[in-house]
Structures are given as structure tokens and as C-alpha cells.
């Protein structure tokens, strides 16, 4: 492998911050430091310039297969190489799936990062790792969501760098990730309760779409909602509809956040889907992650910093037209009778959508869209025609809010078994988008007993413009 010298990126980072001058924040927010109190500390020792305002988060839960999609290897043997033709792309000499021509139309908007890596076999252990930039403990099916375990990006993204006013810092909807136990790092974990997300299960592709948390009865007016006592009796009354909603329990921090919400005519049309043209709605695809694409554009518009669409409840199935990328097989039906009508339809309607519609409102630039999974699958395909878990080397794609379009970084070797050049761990992705979003990767948190730990690893500046 080469040795490049550093960027001009890499040299501003190492010069202007340090670990030694990095923001220490977590304990005293624990303990009841406000927030303009925090975003004063922030401000006075982090002087990197945000390139992204926000970013939308997609993730592909179950695991994509690179070699069938972005990174395929057409000279491959047979029982290697994608049954599935290679086509160009707008990214001269870069060839994706054929399933995918939309998708081949936009590859000059997006960074490729083909190299990233890790040792994490199970969903649950993988999940997390990819949720929170953050190994975990074990590899282990049965991890559990405990407290001593990091929080996700967009709650660390709410702690540091919190949207102002009435619109929600982090959202996440409309599945709970879960293979046996729930999977960790889809919340605020030891940041506290005052940084979950705003999440809710609700379908967006439901003509009854609505959220409850944001429906005020018609005799509660605003004067009765500004004071604390009927709005925490309001919340009580209402909790058998927000009884699955985590950002309401045990912090007064929420309900300043929910009389905000509760008031707010700007969140509530953002979460009104009603307001979108029927045409513009089949872009996106009547589905329900279609339908969540297009409203996390619609959260991206409104000023929510951080949004996560997961991409299924589950990892994978049987069913045509439900399930995440779990592609082992079943009796030869998995990957190749069921990923092609189903997940590569849904990639092409979404995200190509997602980034052209981005770019025609002007929010691409300052909007970083990641799209990715928690690992990647087997280069070898198995006996039923599918492919294994894979983390030793996958796929990540990135577009917008300071990265390059039409870029590849990284490699992977001839079969895609392991990285060949520029590798890349789950806590540089991190460290990736929470430089892109103007927070240091050298920032430190603290846990529940007070201990400070690092947020991330080191940005990729490579990608960034």
C-alpha cells in the first residue's frame, strides 16, 4: 500500500485540533448544564466549519452484498462472481448491478468507500458497532442494550451540536431493530433520556399517517400547554399512545422539548405527508421505507439535524416485499428469487430520488446522505445460492454535505475478502460525519460513571471537497 502525504484537511485537523484541546463535554450536562452554557464550550474550543447542516442516515439492516452491487468482480470465478451483469455507470469505468440503472445514472454524486472492515459476525454485535462507531464488548448475538454501552450518532450529534427552537435534533422511525434482543445504539444510552431520539413506528406510507405525540386535543390551548403540571398531566393522559416512545421518560428535558413540538405548526407540517404531490410520492415508491425516505427529506428541510430511516424491522425473511438484507437462503429463494423484486427495487426508487430532489431544492451540498449496512456478505455464494455474513470488507456509500461525487475510496482485493487498500473501521465513518457536521472527532463524552471517552476514530478527508 502506498503512503500518501497528508492532506491539506489532515493537516488543518492536526494543527487546529487536538486532543489535548478537545471539547470535554458529558459530565456536567449530566448534572444540569444548560444548553446555552454547552453550546458556549463548544464554541470556544472547536473551530472547524460545519460543511453539512444535517445528514439523513439509511440504514440497510440485515446487510448488503457489495459484490452483487457496487463493488462487483466480473472476472471473478463462477462461484464468486454476481450472477447478475455488471452495467456503467456516470462514473467512468465504475460498473454497478444491472438491477440498478437509476442508481448507475447518479454514481457521480456519491463516495464509494470500498474498504470498510471489521470482525463482528452477529447482527446484533455488528449493529451496534455500525450505530454507534463503537466495537463492542463481544461478538455476540445476544448483546444487550445496556447502559455502559455508547449512544447513537444522532444523540451524540443532539449533546454536542442541538438544533435551536421547537424542531427535534434527532429522529428515528419506523422500526426497532432487533435479532432476539434489541440491538444497541439506536438511542442516547448513557447520555440520558434528554438526548433519545424523537423515534416512532407509525407507517409513513399509511393514509392515516400521523404522529400522536404531535396531536393536541382542541380544549387544550396553548396557556394550559406552557404550564408544566398540565402538560405533564397532558403527556400521562396520553400514555397509552407514548407508552413505546422513549424520549418522554425521566427527563424534565422532554417536556420542554414536547411543548415546543406540541406547539409548533413548522413540526407539525413537517411530518405532514399530505402536503407532498401524489407524483411525487410514487417517486419514492408506496412502500413504507419509501414513504420514510421522503419524509426524512422533508425532516431534512424543516432543520432536523440528524435523521435515521432503518430500513426493516427484521433482518430478513422468506416473504417477497418485507425483510432486510439477510440473504443466506432459503432452499435456493433468498438472494437471488428475493433481493432482485424486492430490495434493489425499493435501493432504486428511494435513494437515486432522495439525491436528485436534494439537488434540485439546493440541500445536497449541505445534506450528507450515508447509506449503508452492518456489514457485507460473503464472497464465496454458498450452496443455497446466497451469501454469508461478511464484515471483513464491504461497502459504505456517501453523497452530499462535503463529500466528493464521483468517488471511490478505498479497495477491496480481487474477491472482495478482505480490504486491499485504505482501510477503513466503523469509528472512522464516525468520526467521518461528525467532522463533516463540524464537530471535533477528538471530542470526548462521559459515561455514567463519569469517565470521558472519545467519540470517534479519524475522519476520511480524502472524500471531503
Known amino acids: 500500500m502506498s503512503i500518501k502525504p497528508p492532506s491539506l484537511f489532515q493537516l488543518q485537523h492536526d494543527l487546529v485540533v487536538s486532543r489535548r484541546q478537545a471539547l470535554k463535554v458529558g459530565g456536567a450536562g449530566m448534572l444540569g448544564l444548560n444548553m446555552p452554557g ?31 452491487m457496487f463493488d462487483m468482480k466480473p472476472n471473478a470465478p463462477d462461484d464468486i462472481r454476481s450472477p447478475y451483469r455488471p452495467i456503467q455507470s456516470s462514473l467512468p469505468g465504475l460498473h454497478v448491478c444491472e438491477h440498478l440503472p437509476k442508481m448507475a445514472k447518479v454514481m457521480d454524486k456519491i463516495t464509494l468507500i470500498r474498504s470498510v472492515h471489521h470482525k463482528m459476525k ?7 458497532y455500525a450505530l454507534s462507531g463503537h466495537e463492542p464488548p463481544s461478538d455476540d448475538q445476544r448483546l444487550r442494550d445496556l447502559p455502559e454501552l455508547y449512544p447513537a450518532y444522532g444523540s451524540v450529534v443532539d449533546k454536542l451540536a442541538p438544533s435551536r427552537g421547537s ?4 429522529v428515528s422511525y419506523p422500526h426497532t431493530l432487533r435479532d432476539g434482543s434489541i440491538t444497541p445504539g439506536q438511542h442516547a444510552s448513557f447520555l440520558g433520556k434528554a438526548y433519545d431520539p424523537l423515534f416512532f413506528k407509525e407507517d409513513p406510507n399509511s393514509e392515516q399517517f400521523k404522529l400522536p405525540q ?16 398540565d402538560l405533564q398531566k397532558f403527556i400521562d393522559n396520553q400514555s ?12 424534565d428535558q422532554y417536556y420542554d422539548k414536547a411543548l415546543n413540538m406540541l406547539t409548533s405548526s413548522k413540526v407539525r407540517k413537517a411530518f405532514d405527508l399530505s402536503q407532498e404531490k401524489d407524483g411525487v410520492r410514487e417517486k419514492y415508491g408506496r412502500t413504507t421505507y419509501g414513504q420514510s425516505v421522503l419524509l426524512a427529506r422533508r425532516l431534512a428541510e424543516s432543520g432536523v439535524k440528524f435523521t435515521t430511516v432503518y430500513f426493516s424491522n427484521s433482518i430478513g425473511g422468506r416473504a417477497i416485499g418485507s425483510g432486510g438484507w439477510d440473504t443466506h437462503g432459503f432452499d435456493g429463494s433468498r438472494m437471488y428469487k428475493i433481493v432482485d423484486k424486492y430490495h434493489f427495487p425499493v435501493t432504486e426508487q428511494t435513494l437515486p430520488t432522495l439525491l436528485l430532489e436534494l439537488e434540485e431544492r439546493g ?4 445534506t450528507l446522505v450515508v447509506w449503508m449496512g452492518e456489514f457485507g456478505r460473503t464472497p464465496r455464494i454458498n450452496k443455497n445460492e446466497s451469501r454469508d455474513h461478511w464484515p471483513h470488507c464491504y461497502t459504505v456509500l456517501m453523497a452530499g454535505g462535503g463529500v466528493k461525487g464521483g468517488y471511490i475510496y478505498g479497495a477491496s482485493d480481487r474477491y472482495t475478502m478482505a480490504p ?46
Open 214 to 229: 404531535l396531536s393536541v386535543p382542541a380544549d387544550l390551548d396553548s396557556d394550559r400547554l406552557t404550564r408544566r403540571r
Open 38 to 68: 454547552l453550546l458556549e464550550a463548544t464554541e470556544k474550543t472547536t473551530v472547524m466549519k460545519p460543511r453539512a447542516k444535517r445528514v439523513i442516515f439509511l440504514f440497510q439492516w440485515g446487510g448488503p452484498s457489495p459484490i452483487d
Open 363 to 366: 440541500l445536497l451540498d449541505e
Open 167 to 170: 424542531i427535534p435534533t434527532f
Open 122 to 128: 452477529h447482527h446484533n454485535s455488528a449493529g451496534y
Open 420 to 465: 486491499d487498500e485504505d482501510p477503513v473501521k466503523p469509528e472512522d465513518l464516525a468520526a467521518t460525519i461528525y467532522y463533516l457536521l463540524g464537530i471535533s472527532p477528538d471530542t470526548e463524552i462521559h459515561d455514567k460513571d463519569n469517565r470521558p471517552l472519545p467519540i470517534a476514530g479519524r475522519p476520511i478527508l480524502d472524500i471531503m471537497v
Open 240 to 251: 397509552r399512545l407514548l407508552d413505546d416512545n422513549e424520549i418522554i421518560r425521566g427527563f
